[in-house]
């Protein structure tokens, strides 16, 4: 079985290995161009970017003519997909076709992309020189991936310039197959013990101070944070900035360089630069400095010290909380439908069922509010018409698998399927349970050994079902044990997805 990891809690090394391409948009303006499609106007607004006339491949494309319909004005026009999500992007590309009219005469055309909804824009490609007719653009987009928001546009400016039309655009992408962990940004207020040594004069210092350490961003696995901590020493009170940039491992641990400036009251200015390590789990932050050249005022000396702090609690304990709701309903629920296999003469599944839905509810609503007590947050705060159903489908799906071309009717087969729903039950169960204990604190050594301990319970629990069904004849067909792990993970991954 595959590693499964939750969106949201699950961590990614700086060398994360990469899955297939996968598409994130594809447009081929057969049917005009979509309402999701924004057209921006910078210039002249009489013009706008249209739908064009086949010239690309004699489908349907879009167009921006090269003079303007109402005289001589000067145009410049954006057209901008509807947004894409870079979190989990390794690597992604960017693909179209084009065709140009009077390309001599371009003023500017481009491939731009946006991550503030169209507030800005970063040209990542420039249309210099294509000539006349059809040709292809291909524009690496690497350098957003970890974005949440990435829009790609067309921007043509020009008076009396070109034609230009652009077809069949594709932004495909390569994702990592561990998410990288979601430190919740914003300030971990805690204490700082620093000290100078090495000095040539004046022998070692201690320093002591406090203040917030502010996670100011995260993309991927890269993240920064700074700090203004107030530091007193000898009747001085200092203010220092340190500014940390680094990345975070599949354990939460952290490693980078750091930057830091004092500057006390008395004039006394002191900056160093250096590396750090230290470790995040939910809530709580610890970083330790190491760096060199020193300037005390004149002197060259070092620095080493410890920062911890606790923060934001993030969505990390809810999450915990709603996905144990969900081991239990997946697991209750399919062991019913396990039971109503077996015993067709059952009438007890529709309750079953229902009250597996409420007790999710109630669950999950418990896991809301004890998180809002200490000032956390939850993924999906509304779970009720977006996650209780979907589960029941997941569970319909599993138990459909199940079948796999058995009698309904035969008890030899009713036997054995009753046995593989029950392994597929502790299955799901078990794996969303360990997730649940790795969204509190992220070890992945021991999320691997929990999820392989499930596999072998689930081997092992479909062996028993195989034995006592053989002691009763054979089935009719042979069950495939492997289709149905595959739909018992996509369900475990449908619901790590919603949180």
């Not at 992604?92 to 065709?99: G, I, K, N, V």
């Not at 890269?222 to 020493?233: C, I, T």
């Not at 005390?296 to 080493?304: A, D, H, P, Q, R």
């Amino acid at each position: 079985m595959r590693r499964l990891l939750p969106i949201l809690v699950a961590v990614m090394l700086s060398s994360a290995a990469t899955g297939a391409q996968t598409v994130l948009l594809a447009e081929d303006f057969d049917a005009g161009i979509p309402e999701t499609w924004t057209n921006i106007q910078l210039g002249y607004e009489g013009d706008i970017w249209e739908p064009g006339f086949g010239w690309v491949n004699s489908t349907g494309d879009v167009y921006h003519e090269w003079f303007c319909d109402f005289g001589n004005k000067y145009r410049d026009n954006i057209l901008m997909s509807p947004p894409m999500d870079f979190t989990n992007v390794a690597s992604a590309l960017f693909e179209c076709d084009q065709h140009h009219n009077f390309s001599d005469s371009i003023d500017f055309n481009a491939i731009e992309v946006s991550t503030d909804g169209g507030a800005s824009f970063t040209v990542v490609h420039q249309v210099i020189a294509p000539g006349d007719g059809v040709s292809s653009i291909q524009v690496p987009l690497d350098d957003f991936a970890g974005e949440p928001s990435v829009q790609v546009a067309l921007h043509f400016q020009g008076t009396v310039a070109n034609d230009w039309s652009v077809d069949d655009i594709v932004v495909t992408a390569a994702l990592v197959t561990v998410v990288p962990l979601k430190i919740p940004l914003g300030d971990y207020d805690g204490k700082l013990s620093l000290k100078v040594k090495n000095c040539t004069e004046g022998g070692n210092t201690a320093f002591t101070g406090k203040g917030p350490l502010t996670v100011t961003s995260q993309k991927g696995a890269d993240f920064e944070a700074e700090g203004p901590l107030v530091v007193k020493k000898f009747g001085l009170t200092c203010d220092l900035t340190l500014a940390l940039s680094g990345t975070i491992d599949t354990d939460g641990n952290l490693a980078g360089s750091f930057t830091s400036f004092f500057l006390c009251d008395n004039g006394f200015c002191s900056d160093a630069t250096g590396t750090f390590t230290g470790s995040f789990q939910p809530g709580k932050i610890t970083v330790e400095v190491d760096g060199t050249d020193v300037d005390c005022e004149g002197e060259i000396c070092s620095v080493s010290g410890t920062f911890k702090g606790a923060g934001p609690p993030g969505p990390f304990a809810c999450d915990a909380g709603a996905l144990k709701a969900a081991a239990k309903l997946l697991g209750k629920a399919t062991a019913a439908h396990g039971k109503a296999v077996k015993n067709p003469a059952w009438t007890g599944l529709a309750d079953t069922l229902t009250k597996a839905d409420a007790g999710f509810a109630v669950q999950y609503d418990k896991a809301v509010a004890k998180a809002a007590k200490k000032g956390g947050t939850c993924t999906n705060p509304d779970p009720a018409a977006t996650i209780g159903g979907m589960l029941e489908t997941e569970v319909d799906s599993v138990v459909a698998t199940s079948t796999g071309g058995m009698d309904p009717d035969d008890p030899v087969d009713q036997t054995l399927r009753s046995g593989l729903l029950k392994a597929a039950s502790k299955l799901m169960r078990s794996s969303l349970l360990a997730q649940a204990r790795y969204a509190l604190k992220p070890d992945l050594a021991k999320l691997d050994k929990k999820l392989e301990s499930a596999e072998a319970a689930f081997t092992k629990t479909v062996d028993k079902a195989k034995a006592k069904a053989a002691l009763m004849g054979d089935p009719s067909p042979t069950p495939d044990t492997a289709t149905l792990v595959a739909s018992a993970q996509a369900a475990v991954d449908a619901t790590l997805a919603l949180f």
